[in-house]
C-alpha cells in the first residue's frame, strides 16, 4: 500500500467488518471526513447516502444506527470515492433478509457499473447469488474455483433425479436413458408432482470438500 | 497539508459532540474565569488562580485529550480506515496535536484575558502555557501510541496526569516534594508564572522545560516504534 498515490487509492474501496465508524459524527459528516481527504465534492456525500437509503438517517450519529444501517453507512463510504475495485468482508453478516437484499442489490449495481468486487462471505447462497467467479478457501488454501455454476456441476456425482409424486411418496432415478421409460410413464400418468436434479448447491459442495478434509485428519 | 486540515476539520465536529473532552478543555478556564473574579484576599499572590488553574489546565487538559483522542481511534479502528484512506501517521499525528493545541491556547486566552493581564505579560504568558501545551500533548501522544485501547490509556494517564498537573500545587507543603516538582516542566513553568517577566528566565528554567520535553519526545518515538499508528 505504501506505493500507491492517491489516485490509486481512490480507485481501491475496502469495507472490512472490524472497521468503524465516527460513533458521535452524524452519517453525513462521517462521509465527509473521507469526502475531504478523497477531493470529493459535498453533493456526492448526500447522494452516495441516498443511494444506500440512508437519506433519512444523514443526520443521525453512528451511534443511534442500526448494524445494517452502520453496514450500509460503511458501503456508502466505500462507494463514494466511486471505486474500480471494491473489497467487501461479510457485508450482510447477521442482517435480517430485509436489509441484506438491499446491500445485494447494491453490489450488483456497483457490479453492473463494472466494478471488480471480491467478496468474502460465509453464506454459500449470497456467494451464488452475487459472484461470477467463486474461491473455495479451507484452512487459507484455495480448494476449489471456478464459476458457482461451473463448481455444482463438477461434484454432481450422483447425477440423479428426485421426484415427489402426487401420493406423497419421493422417488428417485438415475439422470440417464435407463430410467427414461419410468418418467415417461410417470410424467404420462400425470403422477409427477415436483421434480429436481440432484445437482450439488456451493454449500453442500463445500461441505464435501471440507468435511473429506477433516475426515483424513481424523 | 490538506489531510491534516481535514484532521482538524473532523475533532473539531466530534469535540462538539464528545462531552468528556469539552469539558476538559472547558473546565478549568470557567473555573479559573469565576474564582479570579470572586475570590480576593489580603496577602493571595496576583493572578493567584489564574496561575493556579493554568498549571492544572496544562497538565491535564492536552495529556488526556491527545491520549484519548488517539486510544478510541485504535480501538474502534476508525484509525486503520484513516490510513488506509491515505492519510499517512505524521499526518494524524499533527492534525490531532494541532487541534488539541489550539483548543487549549483557546482556554488560555479566556483564563489570561479574564484575570487582567497587560499585553506584555500575556504575550508571556502565551510562550509559556503553549510550550506546556506541547509538551503535554506529546506525552498524551506517547501514551495515545503506547494504550491498545481507551482503558489502558485511561489507566496510564491517570496517575501522569496526577504528578504533571498537581505536584506543582503540593510542593509548596513539601521540601521534598518540592525538589522533585521543580524537574518536572509544569513545576518550572509554576515557578515562571508567579513572576511573568521574560527577564526572570533562566538556564536552569529552559533547561529543564527543554529536557522534559526532549524526554517525552523520545518516549514517543519509543512508542509509535514499537506499537505504530494502526
Not at chain 1, 415427489?164 to 435407463?178: I, P, Q, R, V, W
Request: hydrophobic share 45%; with cysteine; proline share 3%.
Amino acid at each position: 500500500m505504501k506505493t500507491l498515490n492517491r489516485e490509486d487509492r481512490k480507485s481501491i474501496g475496502i469495507m472490512m467488518d472490524e472497521f468503524g465508524v465516527y460513533e458521535r459524527l452524524s452519517c453525513y459528516d462521517n462521509l465527509k471526513v473521507f469526502a475531504d481527504i478523497y477531493g470529493i465534492p459535498y453533493y456526492k456525500v448526500r447522494q452516495t447516502l441516498s443511494e444506500v437509503g440512508l437519506e433519512q438517517a444523514m443526520k443521525k450519529a453512528a451511534s443511534d444506527l442500526s448494524k445494517g444501517m452502520r453496514n450500509r453507512l460503511q458501503i456508502a463510504r466505500v462507494f463514494m470515492q466511486n471505486p474500480k475495485v471494491i473489497f467487501l468482508d461479510e457485508p450482510t453478516s447477521g442482517l435480517d433478509p430485509a436489509t441484506t437484499k438491499s446491500i445485494h442489490k447494491m453490489i450488483l449495481e456497483k457490479k453492473a457499473q463494472g466494478c471488480t468486487i471480491f467478496l468474502t462471505t460465509h453464506d454459500m447462497a449470497e456467494a451464488a447469488k452475487l459472484c461470477d467467479h467463486v474461491a473455495l478457501l479451507n484452512e487459507g488454501t484455495i480448494v476449489e474455483y471456478g464459476t458457482p455454476e461451473e463448481i455444482c456441476r463438477r461434484y454432481n456425482h450422483q447425477n440423479r433425479l428426485r421426484l415427489h409424486l402426487f401420493d406423497g411418496t419421493d422417488k428417485e432415478l438415475a439422470s440417464g436413458a435407463e430410467s427414461a421409460d419410468e418418467l415417461y410413464e410417470l410424467c404420462k400418468a400425470g403422477r409427477i408432482e415436483t421434480i429436481h436434479s440432484t445437482e450439488p448447491t456451493l454449500e453442500t459442495v463445500f461441505l464435501e470438500l471440507t468435511g473429506r478434509k477433516l475426515e483424513e485428519n481424523e | 497539508m490538506k489531510n491534516v486540515i481535514t484532521i482538524l476539520k473532523k475533532q473539531l465536529t466530534d469535540t462538539i459532540k464528545n462531552k468528556t473532552v469539552l469539558l476538559q478543555f472547558i473546565l478549568f478556564p470557567v473555573m479559573s474565569l469565576i474564582m479570579e473574579n470572586l475570590i480576593h484576599m489580603d496577602g493571595m499572590p496576583e493572578h493567584y488562580f489564574m496561575i493556579l488553574f493554568s498549571i492544572m489546565y496544562i497538565g491535564m487538559a492536552p495529556l488526556t485529550a491527545t491520549a484519548a483522542i488517539i486510544a478510541e481511534e485504535k480501538e474502534k479502528n476508525t484509525l486503520r480506515v484513516l490510513m488506509m484512506a491515505g492519510v499517512k501517521p505524521g499526518q494524524y499525528l499533527l492534525g490531532i496535536g494541532s487541534y488539541v493545541w489550539v483548543i487549549c491556547m483557546i482556554g488560555a486566552t479566556i483564563m489570561g484575558v479574564s484575570a487582567g493581564l497587560s499585553a506584555e505579560t500575556l504575550v508571556f504568558y502565551y510562550v509559556i502555557t503553549g510550550v506546556g501545551f506541547l509538551a503535554s500533548i506529546l506525552l498524551g501522544a506517547s501514551v495515545g501510541v503506547f494504550a491498545k485501547n481507551q482503558m489502558m490509556a485511561t489507566s496510564i494517564v491517570m496517575p501522569v496526569m496526577l504528578v504533571f498537573a498537581f505536584l506543582p500545587m503540593i510542593s509548596m507543603f513539601n521540601d521534598t516534594i518540592e525538589k522533585v516538582a521543580k524537574l518536572t516542566y509544569t513545576g518550572q513553568m509554576n515557578l515562571l508564572l508567579f513572576d511573568m517577566h521574560f527577564d526572570q528566565l533562566c538556564t536552569q528554567n529552559v533547561g529543564i522545560i527543554f529536557c522534559n520535553l526532549i524526554l517525552f519526545a523520545i518516549l514517543f518515538c519509543v512508542a509509535f516504534k514499537k506499537n505504530g499508528l494502526d
